[in-house]
């Protein structure tokens, strides 16, 4: 417990360790007009303010269309706040060389001023706090006017920020690890017997991964959301496949251009074009900041063309994203293609790695020959499940990136991929959804129990089963809304970029929807299940709400965005930091403990009385009462999807043996099961029951020995056309 308390620990400072060592400054490195007409527009604008060495560094590049003296007011805001308000006039400033200043001048401006041991107190007009507020909201105004007219000519707004920031690439390392680790645990339990810890297990882990791709799905809106939201939802990108690796975005470039598109240039015309939510270097600082302690590079911008038209781009949502990322925004679709596909085959490749460690083990005598002898024998079937839980959980990320592919039209052949993975993905998801209705249909029908056909049929349970074991059996139905809010959350995250309100609202209304459901339904396993579901709905319920404050639909002072903004971050730290304790605490106790299952309670749907694998036949005793359970039919194959049931005549001899099941047919002389050559050859099963007349088959034999000359007397011939075992069954068996 003192491990898991420490690693808490750690967990709650990474965001916060990079930044007590970080160097005191102030810095900025976009300017935008915030005035039409504007006389004054910049390519380049690099600021940066160092009290610890009383430096002041600007490199200005621009277009001025002034002419003759000016004086400028300049406004510093902090959370919408005036922090500090001043104006001064360029030609009065003494001891500093301002050229092209004063006067200002027409024309091309590159100008690049360092102002040495400027004054302490230039510097304590700055609020302490400003420098010690992660993703503080600052911003630098200035009007410039008109010494003459004392009209304002020009207006420019520069985003400042303290070199602070809780977005960190180790949170979202620790955060993938330890989801990594909770469905690597649930599916160990699972192979060693253990269905109720992996069930659990497995539930909570997927919740977590829900959780964090919700979090993920807030940056991805185009909602101009508060800096210190922009960088905690930045830290799990990494969910939705927004993951920068060099050599692969060259190959993304290389992919459109073969194909017909054209690739975006932001990333590498910065100097060229200024971006209002920039994610500029911070490598022009070292020259700068002499020899203080930093985390910073040298920077290597290509020189600007004095007089060049001057772009300005605006990135919003999924680019926003990726431009945080450093990722072109034509390369941000193909990069979480590219993932997924690459996370599905490295998860398959370790599947049957294992496969073959568990059958050298079992030869070498490393492992006990029993240990996931269910795997082994039907490992097959058990990736097939794998397979199906890997696209569910890329379908939002997959779902998100290929609907907005089609608004953006990258290439041809990106639009073709888009197409077809979003289709094969729902049509695998939606194949697989009425494939669990069925079966659970047919159960009800046939046992009056939704869990008996669900659970009792290994080759079901592992290949569908990621669909239910988390709910309730009677509330199999859940998967079918689950798939909906996927999809609908998707398309308005997807198509609606350009509309931030109509997101905001639609996300508004669909976990509103989702919470009442969850908190009235309670589909979920267990009490404990469901109130950790409930807590992610409230809490993504709570999520959205303040979405909606961020869109300044109320006109809200820049102060309130900014207070909420803060308490968006702590109240999801807080929570993420909750739920990673948890899914690490039931982790750890399923792989370490003797007996996970004992620390949860049997489920009221009675699931356990029917999850029986073959290796935990091992009596008598257990077969007869898997025969009597009916466990020797294929319960998945028996009504294939036209619905028509594989039965035989009523007139032949297995239904002759269905309505006279005697009270022992196995001779005790005999083997309890069949050797493989007669297994392989038994007839199909069927689910057919054919009505007698009377209650009591006339050929009914209340001996506890077989009569003479029926089909009963041959018990291997019975043994053979009722084989017991689990995995004999389905397509190549029958």
């Not at 277009?63 to 005036?82: F, P």
């Not at 941000?332 to 490295?346: E, P, S």
């Not at 267990?526 to 979405?547: G, M, P, Q, R, Y």
């Not at 109240?571 to 039931?586: D, Q, R, Y």
Request: with cysteine; hydrophobic share 45%.
């Amino acid at each position: 417990m003192n491990l898991i308390m420490l690693f808490s620990w750690l967990v709650a400072f990474v965001h916060f360790t990079p930044l007590v060592s970080a160097v005191k400054l102030i810095r900025s490195d976009s300017l935008n007009p915030c005035q039409d007409n504007s006389n004054f527009t910049a390519s380049l604008f690099n600021v940066l303010l160092t009290p610890e060495n009383n430096t002041l560094h600007v490199d200005v590049v621009g277009v001025s269309s002034i002419s003759g003296m000016i004086t400028a007011d300049v406004e510093l805001l902090a959370y919408g706040y005036s922090a500090l308000k001043d104006t001064f006039d360029p030609c009065e400033l003494k001891g500093f060389d301002l050229k092209g200043l004063c006067p200002m001048q027409t024309g091309p401006i590159d100008s690049e001023f360092n102002f040495q041991e400027l004054s302490p107190e230039f510097f304590d007009q700055v609020p302490a706090f400003i420098y010690g507020i992660p993703d503080i909201d600052l911003k630098i105004r200035i009007h410039i006017n008109s010494s003459d007219t004392g009209e304002s000519i020009a207006c420019l707004e520069a985003q400042l920020s303290n070199g602070k920031t809780v977005y960190q690439k180790a949170v979202g390392w620790i955060v993938a690890i330890i989801a990594g680790l909770a469905l690597v645990s649930s599916a160990v339990t699972s192979g060693l017997g253990h269905s109720n810890t992996a069930a659990h297990v497995a539930a909570n882990a997927l919740s977590l991964f829900g959780f964090f791709q919700s979090q993920a799905m807030i940056g991805m809106t185009s909602v101009t959301l508060p800096p210190i939201v922009q960088s905690w939802t930045q830290n799990f990108q990494w969910s939705m496949g927004i993951i920068r690796v060099g050599f692969l975005q060259t190959i993304c470039t290389w992919y459109q251009r073969a194909t017909g598109g054209k690739p975006s240039t932001i990333l590498s015309t910065l100097s060229t074009t200024s971006v209002q939510v920039q994610k500029r270097s911070m490598e022009f600082l070292d020259d700068k900041l002499g020899g203080l302690p930093s985390q910073l590079v040298k920077r290597t911008n290509a020189d600007s063309t004095v007089g060049e038209t001057v772009k300005r781009t605006v990135v919003r949502g999924i680019e926003r994203v990726g431009f945080r990322a450093r990722i072109e925004s034509t390369n941000i679709f193909m990069t979480g293609f590219i993932f997924f596909v690459f996370f599905v085959v490295v998860v398959m490749a370790l599947v049957a790695l294992f496969k073959a460690y568990c059958e050298i083990a079992s030869k070498k005598g490393w492992i006990e020959g029993n240990k996931f002898q269910d795997f082994r024998h039907g490992w097959k079937i058990v990736m097939r499940g794998i397979l199906f839980r890997l696209v569910l959980i890329g379908y939002p990320q997959m779902c998100i990136l290929c609907l907005w592919e089609l608004t953006r039209q990258d290439s041809p052949a990106e639009v073709v991929l888009a197409v077809f993975m979003f289709v094969a993905m729902s049509a695998t998801l939606g194949f697989a959804a009425f494939t669990v209705i069925r079966l659970a249909k047919r159960s009800v029908e046939l046992h009056k129990n939704p869990a008996y056909i669900l659970y009792s049929d290994p080759s079901a349970l592992n290949k569908w089963g990621f669909l239910y074991v988390q709910y309730r059996a009677t509330a199999y139905y859940c998967v079918i809304p689950v798939l909906i809010y996927i999809l609908v959350k998707g398309m308005f995250i997807g198509l609606a970029q350009p509309a931030s309100l109509v997101q905001a609202i639609a996300l508004l209304i669909i976990e509103l929807a989702v919470l009442i459901a969850v908190s009235v339904l309670r589909p979920w396993m267990d009490k404990k299940t469901n109130i950790f579901n409930i807590s992610i709905a409230a809490v993504s319920f709570f999520n959205v709400i303040l979405l909606l404050f961020f869109t300044q639909v109320f006109g809200l002072p820049g102060l309130v965005t900014g207070i909420m903004g803060v308490i968006f971050f702590v109240v999801n730290v807080v929570f993420a930091l909750v739920l990673l304790i948890l899914v690490l605490i039931s982790s750890v106790y399923a792989i370490v403990s003797k007996n996970p299952d004992n620390r949860y309670q049997p489920m009221r749907d009675d699931r356990g009385s029917f999850i029986k694998s073959q290796t935990q036949l091992t009596t008598e005793l257990d077969a007869l009462g898997a025969t009597a359970r009916g466990e020797t039919k294929s319960l998945e194959d028996t009504s294939s999807l036209s619905g028509h049931s594989q039965g035989f005549r009523a007139d032949s001899p297995a239904n002759n043996m269905t309505r006279q099941q005697p009270h022992s047919p196995l001779d005790p002389s005999v083997p309890l099961f069949p050797a493989d050559g007669q297994s392989r050859g038994a007839p199909p099963p069927t689910y057919n029951r054919l009505q007698n007349s009377s209650p009591v088959p006339r050929n009914f034999n209340t001996s506890p020995f077989p009569r003479a000359g029926s089909a009963n007397s041959n018990p291997a011939q019975y043994r053979m056309q009722n084989n017991a075992s689990p995995w004999q069954r389905g397509a190549g068996y029958e």
